[in-house]
């Protein structure tokens, strides 16, 4: 069982930049890792994700914005957003999952954590 506790969340405003942070209770090794969000109203969507070797996959929507990174020493997975755009606005989930055939549906959730852009 692996718990993932999201941090850094906030406010700000349309440009500007926030890192998210993800800590793990166990070891993320061997997991593939990522993000989801879920704005109001709309349904969770898949953000990215980094692969043990640190092959990352980003949906367009942020890519060339966003950044992730792990530190598997630390059991932490980073999340960079830059140039934010208030349909940013969403609460973002970590995730973990042990295969990325079914990272769609990953084996584990963080509570997640509030992201508003002010325009």
């Known amino acids: 069982q692996v718990q993932l506790v999201e941090s850094g969340g906030g406010l700000v405003q349309a440009g500007g930049s926030l890192r998210l942070s993800c800590a793990a209770s166990g070891s993320i090794s061997s997991y593939f890792m990522g993000w989801f969000r879920q704005a109001p109203g709309k349904e969770r969507v898949f953000v990215t994700s980094i692969a043990w070797n640190s092959r990352t996959n980003y949906a367009s929507s942020v890519k060339g914005r966003f950044t992730i990174s792990r530190d598997d020493a630390r059991n932490t997975v980073y999340l960079q957003m830059n140039d934010m755009k208030p349909e940013d606005t969403a609460v973002y989930y970590c995730?973990?999952?042990?295969?990325?055939?079914?990272?769609?549906?990953?084996?584990?959730w963080g509570q997640g954590t509030q992201v508003a852009v002010s325009s």
């Open positions: 995730v973990a999952s042990r295969n990325i055939a079914t990272f769609m549906v990953p084996d584990y």
